[in-house]
């Protein structure tokens, strides 16, 4: 009996060694699995927190936990306004990462081993003069009965609506918001990012700094088969570069967006698969690519910062707009920009009118017919110029120049030129609800 017991206590010993053990190494080495989720939470609180004006507990609640992972309960986060950053770890303690913000260029999760690029903040864009006059100039909507009628159906809206605002000949004829959120709300807008980058470069086009048809873009592709690599197939995403899209684990564009501090020189890093033009394969790393492009072909960083902001947000009164960067200083040009749903709806028009604001064009002849060209590596899906296409079976309800920004979550903008229609729909609507924005947008394509 005295030995079983000694052999038991020795045992449980062991025991528990490992257990301090297998903490000690989580809390020295945690896996990246870990870091990942809690530097999405430092960054996602953060900019809610500073950037939305949001709660930091709803947006743990109501944008992180709800993603599906058990582990992120284990979550928690901490604000510090004073020096507005925000810390999130696993059980107080376990893969601590922190995200901090700047003024006019947003939240940004401080790498691990690398200096972070200190930045110097655009203006902000100033609100509309009169806010009584009607939309865009002002702030005032028009709202008609048949929008307003199919804006009440929650069917068409969907679960997790939180802003729909509809745009007919130039006005908002219809909007609704989810609770907690308003006209004031800047929403993240994820992939719909994409398209003002492109819309970016379409200026530097304009300006003379980019061709489609450039070659040699990244100075680490000089020596290799990556130099043939054309602005045109980044843009159409067929570059033939590896890179996986996968969420929900550690893929490369989860270890892009949370974990590398140069997001743009990790996606350039990835090897070629397939000759460029030949495969599509829908990356975000692509789209961090063409923001460092664009940005380093303009005379210095403070200028390139200064970009979207002089050529794009204040002329069209994109007051809200905060487009984000990363560690190095680069716009996160495939995910974080921020908008109110009204200044996403101007975005949208913008692109309606073809490029062209108040009179004056700001984008190419035929650069935004672009978006609405598909291209054949994509079966028709995708377009030429980072937007996609209605799927077959909503073609049919759909006119047929329609062309859709598209974002994580549920995340829209229906563009449909010749009925000179814009339909933004922003919420929280993971994939596995099955809802269809493109529902919302032909009934109300059907009212002209």
């Given at each position: 009996m005295r030995f079983a017991s000694r052999?038991?206590?020795?045992?449980?010993?062991?025991?528990?060694?490992?257990?301090?053990?297998g903490l000690i190494w989580v809390y020295a080495a945690p896996n990246a699995l870990l870091?990942?989720?809690?530097?999405?939470?430092?960054?996602i609180v953060c900019s809610n927190v500073f950037i939305a004006g949001r709660d930091a507990d709803n947006v743990l609640s109501e944008d992180i936990l709800p993603q599906g992972n058990?582990?992120?309960?284990?979550?928690?986060?901490?604000?510090?306004?004073?020096?507005?950053?925000?810390?999130?770890?696993?059980?107080g303690l376990v893969a601590t990462r922190v995200a901090i913000y700047r003024p006019g260029l947003g939240c940004t999760v401080v790498p691990r081993k690398a200096e972070i690029v200190a930045v110097s903040a655009p203006a902000p864009v100033p609100a509309p003069v009169v806010a009584d006059a009607p939309w865009p100039e002002g702030e005032k909507a028009e709202p008609t009965a048949g929008v307003s009628a199919v804006l009440a159906r929650k069917n068409l809206t969907g679960v997790g609506m939180r802003a729909v605002v509809v745009v007919h000949d130039g006005r908002i004829v219809g909007e609704t918001y989810g609770a907690g959120y308003s006209a004031q709300t800047p929403l993240l807008?994820?992939?719909?990012?994409?398209?003002?980058?492109?819309a970016l470069i379409g200026m530097m086009m304009k300006d003379g700094k980019l061709r489609l048809d450039d070659k040699g873009l990244m100075p680490q592709w000089q020596n290799d088969p990556r130099r043939d690599i054309k602005l045109s197939q980044?843009?159409?995403?067929?570059?033939?570069?590896?890179?996986?899209?996968?969420?929900?684990?550690?893929?490369?564009?989860?270890?892009?967006?949370?974990?590398e501090g140069n997001m743009a020189k990790f996606a350039a890093s990835r090897k070629m698969v397939a000759a460029p033009g030949q495969k599509f394969s829908y990356s975000?790393?692509?789209?961090?690519?063409?923001?460092?492009?664009?940005?380093?072909?303009?005379?210095?960083?403070?200028?390139?910062?200064?970009?979207?902001?002089?050529?794009?947000?204040?002329p069209l009164g994109m007051s809200s707009a905060v487009f984000?960067?990363?560690a190095a200083g680069t716009f996160a040009g495939s995910s974080y920009l921020y908008a109110t749903a009204r200044d996403w709806a101007r975005f949208g028009l913008f692109l309606a009118q073809g490029g062209v604001w108040n009179g004056e064009r700001l984008l190419p002849e035929g650069f935004v017919e672009s978006m609405s060209q598909p291209t054949a590596a994509s079966g028709?899906?995708?377009?030429?110029?980072?937007?996609?296409?209605?799927?077959?079976?909503?073609?049919?309800?759909l006119p047929s120049d329609t062309f859709v920004l598209q974002g994580h979550d549920g995340q829209t903008v229906f563009v449909m030129p010749s009925k000179k229609l814009v339909v933004v729909r922003m919420g929280f609507t993971p994939m596995r609800t099955h809802y269809k924005a493109a529902d919302l947008a032909a009934a109300i394509a059907k009212l002209y």
């Open positions: 052999f038991l206590k020795l045992i449980l010993l062991v025991l528990l060694l490992l257990v301090m053990g870091r990942m989720g809690s530097a999405y939470a430092a960054k058990r582990v992120l309960h284990l979550l928690g986060v901490q604000v510090d306004r004073e020096h507005q950053s925000v810390r999130a770890s696993f059980l807008g994820w992939s719909m990012t994409k398209t003002v980058n492109a980044l843009l159409g995403m067929e570059s033939g570069l590896e890179f996986q899209e996968n969420y929900g684990s550690v893929t490369d564009v989860t270890r892009m967006l949370f974990l975000s790393g692509t789209s961090m690519i063409l923001s460092e492009i664009w940005m380093d072909r303009l005379e210095s960083r403070d200028a390139a910062w200064r970009y979207p902001r002089d050529r794009l947000f204040a984000e960067v990363d028709g899906r995708y377009t030429r110029l980072q937007t996609w296409l209605p799927m077959s079976d909503d073609k049919t309800r």
